[in-house]
């Protein structure tokens, strides 16, 4: 009986460090192929809030976001 109940455990501990790498992965590539925010949304959002953005300070925003994943 305890035998049993050790099996059913010990495969849900395994099996949930399994989904999770295979989710961090899956995840992982996901946003290398699709990044979340690119330059063009950092213009907008900058002029949005009533500032022109140079193209450094657009760059500098992308290096930190990309720091930051």
Not at 18 to 36: C, E, H, L, S, V
Not at 46 to 55: C, E, L, N, V, Y
């Amino acid at each position: 009986m305890l035998h049993d109940i050790l099996l059913v455990v010990i495969g849900l501990v395994v099996g949930l460090i399994i989904g999770f790498i295979i989710a961090r992965t899956y995840m992982m590539k996901y946003f290398k192929k699709n990044p979340p925010i690119n330059e063009k949304m950092i213009e907008t959002l900058m002029s949005g809030m009533g500032r022109k953005p140079s193209q450094k300070q657009v760059k500098q925003l992308m290096q930190q976001m990309n720091k930051m994943m």
